[in-house]
């Protein structure tokens, strides 16, 4: 949809809500566990209150960092399916790190490296929510095998580990596409911004702005 300053939304409000919430939760959660993780890492309790405060919050810390996740997810599902041109995109990644899009097939919303990440955050968050479960030992440990506890953490550790490392790689991208994370605060990017990156995108917002100014209504709204 065209904004009156002439840029296309690609935000809307409630997904930069959810997204700048599940920052916030990832970033207590992140510093809580790896303050609990290893004494060297200790002094990132400060940040949560100190030791005994990190270790009761970071469990709730994990599950509001996955309800903002799961909430976000389930509303872009759709846009994160997998097909023919992401898969071409892949194998040409070498031109994505090189900036030669020219070459590359039209992406959608999202690009293929980016519907990867969400289907690997997905997996993170599903592996630490079960395995959490496991080793939450105020609520539920006791009621598993110290061998399935043992398990767990390693399993919880690994999760952990495999989604901060694509947190940041999430991170470093954004910088790198210039305008990326400009859109996150303000919703929306510039014609030639949409153009460049997400052609096939560009093609159907600026369809259906056209169909709305030649009808004179949205055409996914009956006219009265």
Not at 68 to 83: S, T, Y
Not at 154 to 172: D, K, P, T
Request: a positive charge; aromatic letters at 18%; glycine letters at 8%.
């Amino acid at each position: 949809m065209s904004e009156p300053n002439g840029e296309i939304r690609r935000h809307p409000v409630l997904d930069r809500i959810l997204h700048w919430m599940l920052v916030l939760a990832f970033f207590f959660t992140v510093a809580s566990g790896f303050a609990l993780f290893h004494p060297a890492l200790f002094f990132l309790a400060n940040l949560t209150g100190g030791g005994p405060w990190s270790a009761l919050l970071h469990p709730f810390l994990g599950l509001a960092m996955m309800f903002f996740f799961f909430w976000f997810a389930l509303r872009h599902w759709r846009d994160n399916q997998i097909g023919k041109r992401d898969i071409q995109w892949l194998k040409q990644f070498s031109d994505v790190m090189t900036h030669k899009e020219e070459r590359l097939p039209e992406q959608d919303k999202y690009n293929a490296g980016q519907k990867m990440l969400y289907y690997i955050l997905l997996l993170c968050m599903i592996g630490l929510l079960l395995t959490g479960i496991a080793v939450w030992r105020r609520y539920f440990s006791d009621y598993f095998p110290v061998g399935i506890v043992r398990w767990g953490l390693l399993l919880h550790a690994f999760a952990a580990f495999v989604l901060v490392a694509s947190v940041f790689g999430h991170i470093a991208f954004a910088v790198w596409v210039k305008g990326s994370i400009r859109s996150m605060f303000r919703g929306t990017v510039t014609p030639g911004w949409a153009y460049k990156h997400h052609r096939a995108w560009f093609r159907k917002v600026i369809g259906e702005a056209q169909q709305t100014n030649a009808s004179g209504f949205r055409n996914d709204v009956p006219a009265k």
